[in-house]
């Protein structure tokens, strides 16, 4: 099993930044992608950005040039850095940790409690 812990959600004024991080334990495979998810009142759940065990990051269109996910393999800790933050960005914001016995075959997908994050305009 693998446990996730995110910290760093809260309020912030549009135009503005928030860190989010998120912490994983347990039984973690060498071969890893950890991302962010959010989900908005009344919407599905969208990806925000993956990101490797190798440092290769996919984002989704909606963040691109304004958000940065990065990962300390050491730590096994995912890190989202939010600028320029919008009243759109407004969800709960979840840590993924896809396990995978080879980069094609994921062998168990994981995920964090939720953090809100709130962008008032």
């Known amino acids: 099993q693998v446990q996730l812990v995110e910290s760093g959600g809260g309020l912030v004024q549009a135009g503005g930044s928030l860190r989010l991080s998120c912490a994983a334990s347990?039984?973690?495979?060498?071969?890893?992608?950890m991302g962010w998810y959010r989900q908005a009142p009344g919407k599905q759940r969208e990806l925000v950005a993956t990101?490797?065990?190798?440092?290769?990051?996919n984002y989704a269109d909606a963040v691109k040039g304004r958000f940065t996910i990065s990962r300390d393999n050491a730590k096994n800790t995912v890190y989202l850095q939010m600028n320029s933050l919008k009243p759109e960005d407004t969800a709960v914001y979840y840590c993924?940790?896809?396990?995978?016995?080879?980069?094609?075959?994921?062998?168990?997908?994981?995920w964090g409690q939720g953090t809100q994050v709130t962008v008032s305009s």
């Open positions: 993924n940790l896809d396990n995978r016995a080879t980069w094609f075959r994921s062998v168990g997908d994981y």
């Open positions: 347990g039984r973690i495979f060498s071969i890893n992608f």
């Open positions: 990101i490797t065990t190798g440092g290769s990051t």
